[in-house]
Each structure stands twice: as C-alpha cells, then as structure tokens.
Antibody
C-alpha cells in the first residue's frame, strides 16, 4: 500500500523559510514523478511543483517559481519542498502526491504551513 | 493555462439515486501518445484527496464500480450509479496534459 507522510509544516513569519519532507513507502519511489499540491484554507486544489524520477527535470507554478525548490533523495525514498521568501498567500495545506495523472496517483495526509507575523 | 470548469458546484442526492458531475477543459487533453490526461479526485470531509478515475475513464485501485468516467472531446463526466452515504465530499477534475496541472473548482456532493 502506498504511503506518503509529510512533515515539517508550521508557523513561519513572512519572508521566512521552511522545508517540507515527504517520506514514501509501499511503492518504488525512484520510478515515479512526484508532485506538491497545496490547498489554502477553504479553497480548492492548486498544483505547485513536480520532479521526474531521477531529479533531472523540475517544473513550478508561476506563483512559486524562484522561491520554492523541489528535490528528492531516492536513496531515502523522500521528497522535499524548500520554501523561501514565504508570503501570506502561501498559507495552505501542502500535499505530497505520487504519479499525479497516472495509475499510481496517491496523496499524503498533508502538512499545514501558516505564514503570519 | 488550461482551464477546467465543473458543474454543478453543489449537488444533493438521495441515497440509492444516481449522480452526475461534469467537467469541461478549455482545450483537448489528448496526448500524441493517444492517452487522455484527465483525472477525477474525491476529497472526503476532513481527509486528503484520493484518486478515483485516471486517464479519463479508468477506475483507480479499490474504487467501487458504481463510479464511472467518460469522455467526449473536451467534456468529461463522472457518474455514480447509486450514491451511498460514504460518497459525500468534494469532487475535483484535473488535467495532467501540461503544466501547470489545473483543477476544476470542485463539486460538493451532499446526501439528502
């Protein structure tokens, strides 16, 4: 069974930084594209970033480009999202998602990031 | 960006009755490899989303066969043949043809 467990969320001041982690198990992590999707309180789903199997290709939403960095460690079956220059509008639950758009699409339980002074 | 438009935005259904949710994409989601990069996801109350339908019409593992997805050009339909209480939540359509991946606004299904 696919399991994705996010960690690292919390309260951060505007302009601050945070790193989210996503520990994967139950599937061959190194064989799948991985994604981050976020959901602001009471709002819908918004795709944030993706990375290919070996980490050589990354793509970002315009709203986070230049501020967020997605990375992965296939030896540790872990996905990361490094978030810098955080803004109030980045406040959301961040979901780690495997193989979004494919047969193995699975979502983690989410990590809440709150940007506030 | 590809715009995904869902309708209706809310739906109240009597248990045992059918339900249907529509989604329209602003452009074709057909890849040159012949696959249609379109999903349906369900977010039950207080939970993270879960995959229901992938590549337009394929049920994800463990999804009951009362759920079905169909495609006609840029129009997509999710049908529930007989709604059960556990089907409540917000249903999202999503395109994965090109980045940024985009979601519909969501359709909230409630039980009468």
């Amino acid at each position: 069974e696919v399991q994705l467990v996010e960690s690292g969320g919390g309260l951060v001041q505007p302009g601050g930084s945070l790193r989210l982690s996503c520990a994967a198990s139950g599937f061959t992590f190194r064989s799948y594209w991985m994604h981050w999707v976020r959901q602001a309180p009471g709002r819908g789903l918004v795709w944030v970033a993706r990375m290919n199997e070996d980490g050589s290709i990354t793509t970002y939403a315009d709203s986070v480009k230049g501020r967020f960095t997605i990375s992965r460690d296939n030896a540790k079956d872990t996905l990361y999202l490094h978030m810098n220059s955080l803004r109030g509008e980045d406040t959301a639950v961040y979901y780690c998602v495997s193989d979004l758009g494919g047969i193995k699409g699975s979502w983690g339980q989410g990590a809440l990031v709150t940007v506030s002074s | 960006d590809i715009v995904m438009t869902q309708s209706p935005l809310s739906l109240t259904v009597t248990p045992g009755e059918p339900a249907s949710i529509s989604c329209r994409s602003s452009q074709s989601l057909l890849h040159r490899n012949g696959k249609i990069f379109f999903d349906w996801h369900l977010q039950k109350p207080g939970q993270s989303p879960q995959l229901l339908i992938y590549l337009g019409s394929n049920r994800a593992s463990g999804v009951p066969d009362r759920f079905s997805g169909s495609v006609s050009g840029t129009d997509f339909t999710l049908k529930i043949s007989r709604v059960e209480a556990e089907d409540v939540g917000v249903y999202y359509c999503m395109q994965a043809l090109q980045t940024p991946y985009t979601f519909g606004q969501g359709t909230k299904l409630e039980i009468k």
